[in-house]
């Protein structure tokens, strides 16, 4: 199943979670004393980079047990197959349900990434982290600082 929904909630996680963390690295970087009120001001975009990351995560988990229920129904269908008390019309109905479950899986299109589970997930993680380590990496030093 395609879902543009959930293409685009993909997409403003992305946009949204590596913002946040961005914030976040930069509001980390910036603190010369470490204040109560410099860790409040860096504690915002962490718990709105986590208010994305936790639902997305349960979304994904979801789409993976959607998939594993899926599996589990056509291994039963099968099984039933291989009884030999079911008539013979019901051996084509059960033929033709088996068919269909494996020709299309119940599986959560996202567009031409590919399908929604947990290692998109982590892909969409690794995403954001190498695009947080270049910025901070490639971050111009300030002003009075000496460089090693």
């Known amino acids: ?84 008390d079911i008539s013979m019309r019901g051996q084509i109905v059960l033929q033709a349900i088996s068919q269909r479950l494996d020709a299309r899986p119940a599986l959560i299109g996202i567009g031409s990434v590919g399908n929604l589970n947990t290692s998109v997930m982590v892909t969409f993680m690794n995403v954001i982290f190498t695009y947080l380590v270049i910025i901070y990496q490639t971050k111009p030093a300030e002003e009075g600082v000496d460089q090693a």
């Open 1 to 84: 199943v395609y879902s543009s929904r959930i293409f685009w909630r993909c997409v403003m996680f992305l946009v949204t979670v590596t913002s946040n963390l961005y914030m976040l690295v930069n509001t980390a970087g910036n603190m010369r004393l470490i204040s109560i009120e410099m860790i409040h001001i860096s504690l915002i975009p962490f718990i709105a980079a986590a208010g994305q990351i936790l639902p997305f995560f349960t979304l994904c988990c979801k789409a993976d047990r959607v998939y594993s229920q899926s599996m589990s129904i056509n291994t039963f269908v099968k099984n039933l197959q291989g009884r030999q």
